[in-house]
């Protein structure tokens, strides 16, 4: 009994320190987590790269590297000179915005004739527009104030990246376990590089098509919108919804006829079922495999702590927990729990990791 009162003392203190520390680290870890991210999709890009049709072939890894790196480096300067002065323009225009999204609620519940007109104020009392672009910038701020960090912890994990075996082999006075442990590393590697990989490439084809929708007719700010819904797209279900919802809402304010709403509201929710519904899983594969209550746990956990960068963050980290989990027996249960339909990895190369150690 007081073994077990023992363990669950410790379990306590252990969770709340680690809770402690995520919040304390904040700085640290954050930019370090989006850089683990870059390095996964440098990594993924390298090798689309390598794979063009008569041309990769003659490009070796460390090339294809640096490319990748330099791309990504131009697209986050150019993306970034573009949201930043959509949402100073945006901020300037927030009142009027406001004012006209309050006279839309006016109207709506005048035409359904009801006893007293409702405003925005009536239904969302503490909603501001004003204060909604306020916190999108500031999490723009925080990501090009770590910039330079988050750019060094990315040099340094490529520079890194070729010694991380020898450095696995060393450490195990054993060639069976470090064989073992190069495995699992290796399988990890390549499922996170897998999925980081397809959904960037998801997200990036619906932002595209976001922002090619909008343009077509005629809402401003079409650009960020379409950066909104790239960033939202790596969270499953819940971000798309959101995409679609807030871009819909401009454009019931912006426009004064309903057409062009519902052409907008349909045509996002098209895209997203198509390319979130159907391309997306059958590209995914398994490497996406989280409980839907798992996902919203997370949401709001990472949420609380980081912020709406923690809460764009929570998927990659979640699938990156459940990766490591499965390969151990002792917390293979757990990422079965974390899962949707408890299938978490082949038990078929578990088990012949861990016959190697006999």
Same mark, same amino acid.
């Given at each position: @009994?007081?073994?077990?009162?023992?363990?669950?003392?410790?379990?306590?203190?252990?969770?709340?320190?680690?809770?402690?520390?995520?919040?304390?680290?904040?700085?640290?870890?954050?930019?370090?987590?989006?850089?683990?991210?870059?390095?996964?999709?440098?990594?993924?890009? +390298?090798?689309?790269?390598?794979?063009?049709?008569?041309?990769?072939?003659?490009?070796?890894?460390?090339?294809?590297? /640096?490319?990748?790196?330099?791309?990504?480096?131009?697209?986050?300067?150019?993306?970034?000179?573009? /949201?930043?002065?959509?949402?100073?323009?945006?901020?300037?225009?927030?009142?009027?915005?406001?004012?006209?999204?309050? =006279?839309?609620?006016?109207?709506?519940?005048?035409?359904?004739?009801?006893?007293?007109?409702?405003?925005?104020?009536?239904?969302?009392?503490?909603?501001?527009? *004003?204060?909604?672009?306020?916190?999108? +910038?500031?999490?723009?701020? !925080?990501?090009? *104030?770590?910039?330079?960090?988050?750019?060094?912890?990315?040099?340094?994990?490529?520079?890194?990246?070729? !010694?991380?075996?020898?450095?696995?082999?060393?450490?195990?006075?054993?060639?069976?376990?470090?064989?073992?442990? %190069?495995?699992?590393?290796?399988?990890?590697?390549?499922?996170?590089?897998?999925? /980081?990989?397809?959904?960037?490439?998801?997200?990036? +084809? !619906?932002?595209?098509?976001?922002?090619?929708?909008?343009?077509?007719?005629?809402?401003?700010?079409? =650009?960020?919108?379409?950066?909104?819904?790239?960033?939202?797209?790596?969270?499953?279900?819940?971000?798309?919804?959101?995409?679609?919802?807030?871009?819909?809402?401009?454009?019931?304010?912006?426009?004064?006829?309903?057409?062009?709403?519902?052409?907008?509201?349909?045509?996002?929710?098209?895209?997203?079922?198509?390319?979130?519904? &159907?391309?997306?899983?059958?590209?995914?594969?398994?490497?996406?495999?989280?409980?839907?209550?798992?996902?919203?746990?997370? %949401?709001?956990?990472? *949420?609380?702590?980081?912020?709406?960068?923690?809460?764009?963050?929570?998927?990659?980290? @979640?699938?990156?927990?459940? @990766?490591?989990? +499965?390969?151990?027996?002792? !917390?293979?249960? &757990?990422?079965?729990?974390?899962? *949707?339909?408890? =299938?978490?990895?082949?038990?078929?190369?578990? =088990?012949?990791?861990?016959?190697?150690?006999?």
């Amino acid at each position: @009994m007081n073994s077990t009162l023992l363990k669950l003392t410790l379990t306590l203190v252990l969770v709340t320190l680690t809770g402690w520390l995520l919040v304390i680290g904040r700085s640290i870890l954050v930019p370090l987590i989006i850089a683990s991210v870059l390095w996964y999709l440098i990594s993924s890009l +390298a090798e689309a790269v390598r794979a063009i049709p008569y041309i990769g072939r003659f490009v070796p890894r460390p090339l294809g590297i /640096v490319l990748s790196l330099v791309g990504m480096t131009i697209a986050g300067k150019f993306v970034f000179d573009i /949201v930043s002065s959509s949402l100073q323009q945006m901020a300037m225009d927030a009142p009027e915005y406001q004012q006209r999204l309050n =006279e839309v609620f006016l109207t709506i519940s005048t035409q359904l004739k009801l006893d007293h007109p409702i405003g925005l104020a009536d239904i969302f009392p503490n909603f501001s527009i *004003g204060q909604a672009i306020s916190q999108a +910038a500031t999490v723009v701020t !925080t990501i090009a *104030g770590s910039s330079t960090l988050i750019i060094v912890y990315v040099l340094f994990m490529i520079f890194e990246e070729s !010694t991380f075996d020898r450095k696995i082999e060393a450490f195990f006075d054993r060639p069976e376990r470090a064989r073992l442990a %190069l495995g699992i590393r290796r399988e990890i590697g390549q499922r996170m590089r897998h999925y /980081v990989g397809i959904k960037t490439a998801i997200s990036l +084809a !619906t932002g595209f098509l976001t922002y090619a929708l909008l343009k077509a007719v005629g809402l401003p700010y079409a =650009e960020l919108f379409g950066f909104i819904t790239f960033m939202l797209n790596y969270i499953p279900t819940i971000g798309s919804m959101i995409a679609v919802f807030f871009a819909s809402l401009f454009a019931l304010v912006f426009f004064d006829n309903l057409t062009s709403f519902l052409i907008v509201a349909i045509g996002l929710g098209a895209i997203q079922f198509v390319l979130g519904s &159907i391309i997306d899983p059958r590209l995914m594969g398994t490497s996406l495999n989280i409980s839907p209550l798992v996902i919203i746990l997370s %949401l709001s956990f990472w *949420g609380a702590i980081w912020g709406v960068i923690g809460m764009v963050l929570c998927v990659p980290l @979640m699938v990156f927990i459940i @990766m490591v989990c +499965a390969q151990f027996p002792a !917390t293979r249960p &757990i990422a079965i729990l974390f899962s *949707g339909n408890g =299938e978490v990895g082949d038990p078929i190369l578990l =088990e012949d990791k861990t016959k190697s150690l006999n």
